[in-house]
């Protein structure tokens, strides 16, 4: 029982009532910092996985891993689509036609970019027959000029399903009237919603009729591609490439969409560092504590020398003592920050209904939901850090305890 003195005085110190109170008010103010720090720390690291993981199902899964485009003319694409997926690596494959116009309707003009493809291929390398809310993919037939547009894209131009648009490309043709844009109508077959900035300006054309449009009939402007590993999309797509005969290159997400990325994970570390910081100023704030308890109690520290204690038994009184607000702090703290990155989209989404606003509008902002993912590795790499400041931080005022003189302490007494 005697080894165990430390812990008890420790425990009995932490829990002893002051005022009336359970706890000091400078060792509960220590606890809710470090809670309140952690909490944050793991909620707000949640919500930048969460913007990285949609960035990678969303945006990627609209735009191409990766393309496979010819220096000329690819007008072989369907031998080359059976030499591609040959590639373990790749997935699936489908061949498109890009270009850039215009769409107006009754006088209002939004800029588009115009994608030709393959209905029934297009559904293998693309997300967006699981964001239609209106249509289906498979409406878009060859020579129909139909046309799928996003739900924002509708929205600004009121355009519903069966409407006439005018598509209008930056070419000019040649009549016997003068030089006239060139310029096709279209009927708005399906609207698709994936919440980004996509669904105001990708549109969507059968490949046929795209190919009519541009007068390549028979070629194609590349090859889409879906990885299993989007991240090694770079090195498979530019293997790819340099295999095939002399005459094509490719161009990844990297090159096209990869400084969203760098950004997210920029801003993680970041703000993951900011936060850390308020998470060592509540762990630090153990020090301040730990003082005023250290000066409080050294008439008792001097009795305890007088009765046998030794220096390295006053230490752990004050460490466990330390302890004890660093591991409740930093335990009730991730229990917090987990329940609110679990719930913090419908937490948020409710605030949204309650103040009638949206705080991601998608006409700005690239996601209209706030996402989390909780990550156990940042949860754990979190925890443990607010533990190991927490004990660090009860280090010097515990040697500190230990360097009291029974003698001086006592003189006054």
Known sequence: ?????????????????????????ISLTSMVGLIIGVALLITVLSVMNGFDRELQQRILGMVPHAVIKPYAEMTNWKVLEDQVMKNPEVLAAAPFINAQGMI???????????????????????????????????????????????????????????????????????????????????????????????????????????????????????????????????RVANQIAVNLDAGFYSIDWTRTHGNLFQAIRMEKTMIGLLLMVIVAVAAFNIISTLVMVVTDKKADIAILRTMGATPRGIMGIFIVQGAYIGIVGTIVGTAVGVLLSLNISELIHGLETLLKTQFLNPDVYFISDLPSQLILEDVMIISGSALVMSLLATLYPAWRASKVQPAEALRYE
Request: proline share 4%.
């Open 1 to 25: 029982m005697l080894k165990l003195y430390p812990a008890r005085i420790g425990l009995r110190y932490t829990s002893a009532k002051r005022k009336n109170h359970f706890i000091s008010f």
């Open 104 to 234: 107006t309707r009754n006088g209002a003009v939004n800029g588009v970019q115009l994608n030709g493809v393959l209905p029934e291929e297009e559904s293998e390398v693309s997300i967006i027959a699981k964001h239609m809310i209106r249509g289906e993919l498979q409406d878009l037939k060859a020579g129909e000029f139909g046309i799928i547009i996003g739900e924002i894209l509708a929205r600004q131009l009121r355009i519903a399903i069966g409407d006439k648009v005018t598509v209008v490309l930056p070419e000019a043709s040649l009549t016997p009237a003068g030089v006239f844009p060139r310029l096709k109508r279209f009927t708005v077959k399906g609207v698709f919603k994936v919440g980004a900035d996509l669904d105001a300006s990708l549109t969507l054309i059968h490949m046929n009729d795209a190919a009519k449009m541009l007068r390549m009939t028979g070629a194609v402007h590349g090859l889409r591609l879906k990885m299993h590993d989007l991240f090694d999309a770079p």
